[in-house]
């Protein structure tokens, strides 16, 4: 079934693609195999040299690679920006850092010598998703690709056209045939690639359905996955926070991205001290924020990428209504073509609500009254999910306290959670396993192998 590349702002097609049958896919793997051997052997400084050309090619394309971007996925253009800067920041910190990370380390023993060895493990498999279609494959490949494998993408199908730039700057930068692949497959076709005796790993990031299946064909087929799923990031706002500070940050969290990030806010859980006054001034950012074609500077607003995607948060903002939860504003999707929602604030969602239990992925803030801070703790981590989560408040050391308590990979204090090339990251329960960046995100696809000498 052909791959449709669809601008979602206004639904117009900018491009169809034939998927690969199976002959394509068994030259790719051969393609990968053959390159795995001199890629690994090529001195490291020589790897280094060529991600640092890729983030060059970054650099010197960062408008037409946003605007495809913002054509392709409908993130505000300041936005694609941004990302693909961030692209660049991950390929330049591990070119700094790949020697020291993968360097051999001696480990004390009773007699002769032992090392830590890092070793490539050869082709691993990197499944995206499209939210952040080049971040996320940057932030993947970048510390793989250095630690000596090969790479084969199979992108989100609604973003080939980013799949196959991405393929192209790799290739500009002067990376061998075979070292860095964009498959044109759909998702049915990754079980049988992770199958298949070529491929010694796997990375993804998406949703659970898609872990699930994934790390069920990785399992079966014993091999390493990384995965990194959902989440239904807590907000906790305390009654000492600063309000104007917490609104602001609450706003970028919840709506940069119309609301599609793993990471994003999702439940901002309340004290009564503050609740009605922090409502009132997220409200007014709310209603302030103003659709309109990403790729102008005054819309602060993005459509969300797909229309199915839409229809289904409308359903769940509808159900979460009528399980008692109140509209303060939007909870609609907006008229016209285009897969547009507007910004929307639920209030007093119960445990009746889907909108308690379930990721909202678009532009859409739950608000939860706790009864106090233990009650907020409680309401934070009574979710299947652990990926990210904040804390809100003027005493620090207040924050940390809670911030610990909070079952999740990553959290923070007085700042939205966001991923950073020198923090691992990574979540618990069914946001995944398994760390991307930092240290642990180029020894995710490494043999440790133990070296013993006389």
């Not at 490291?44 to 060529?50: C, F, G, Q, T």
């Not at 010197?60 to 495809?68: K, S, V």
């Not at 069920?216 to 907000?235: I, M, R």
Request: glycine share 8%.
């Amino acid at each position: 079934m052909p791959m449709s590349s669809v601008n979602p702002a206004n639904g117009s097609v900018l491009e169809v693609f034939e998927t690969w049958d199976q002959v394509r896919i068994d030259k790719a793997l051969a393609t990968a195999a053959r390159a795995a051997a001199n890629w690994r052997a090529l001195p490291l400084e020589e790897r280094v040299a060529l991600l640092r050309r890729a983030a060059g090619l970054l650099r010197e394309r960062r408008e037409p690679l946003a605007g495809r971007i913002t054509r392709e996925m409908g993130k505000l253009l300041r936005e694609a920006r941004t990302e693909i800067d961030r692209c660049v920041t991950v390929c330049d910190y591990y070119a700094d850092h790949a020697a020291t990370f993968l360097g051999d380390e001696p480990m004390e023993v009773a007699w002769g010598r032992a090392l830590r060895v890092h070793q490539p493990l050869g082709t691993i498999l990197g499944v995206m998703p499209w939210n952040f279609p080049f971040w996320q494959v940057f932030r993947f490949a970048a510390p793989t690709l250095l630690a000596g494998n090969t790479v084969l993408l199979k992108h989100a199908s609604n973003v080939p056209r980013c799949a196959l730039a991405i393929e192209e700057v790799f290739r500009d930068a002067g990376l061998p045939d075979g070292v860095f692949q964009s498959l044109m497959v759909p998702a049915s076709a990754v079980a049988g690639i992770l199958a298949d005796p070529r491929v010694y790993g796997v990375s993804l990031t998406g949703s659970e359905k898609a872990g699930r299946a994934v790390a069920a064909a990785a399992g079966e087929a014993l091999k390493p996955s990384v995965l990194e799923l959902g989440g239904s990031d807590p907000f906790i706002v305390l009654e000492d926070a600063d309000l104007d500070r917490a609104v602001e940050q609450a706003l970028v969290s919840r709506f940069q991205n119309a609301g599609q990030s793993c990471i994003a806010a999702k439940r901002f859980i309340l004290l009564p001290q503050v609740a009605d006054a922090f409502l009132e001034r997220l409200r007014a950012g709310v209603e302030a924020l103003v659709p309109g074609d990403p790729a102008r500077e005054e819309t602060t607003l993005a459509p969300m990428a797909r229309e199915d995607l839409r229809d289904e948060l409308h359903a769940q903002v509808e159900q979460s209504i009528a399980a008692g939860a109140v509209a303060v504003t939007g909870c609609r999707p907006l008229p016209g073509k285009g897969a547009w929602y507007a910004p929307s604030i639920l209030d007093r969602v119960t445990p009746q609500a889907r909108a308690y239990h379930e990721e909202l992925f678009g532009p859409v803030a739950t608000v939860i009254r706790a009864q106090d801070e233990a009650d907020a703790v409680r309401i934070a981590n009574e979710t299947r999910f652990g990926l990210g989560g904040s804390v809100w408040t003027r005493d620090l050391e207040r924050g940390e306290a809670v911030a610990r308590h909070l079952v999740c990979g990553n959290a923070f204090v007085n700042a939205l959670v966001k991923s950073d090339p020198a923090l691992p990251f990574g979540g618990v329960k069914d946001s995944g396993y398994g760390r991307e960046l930092g240290r642990d995100g180029m020894l995710a696809f490494v043999n440790l192998k133990t070296l013993r000498l006389g």
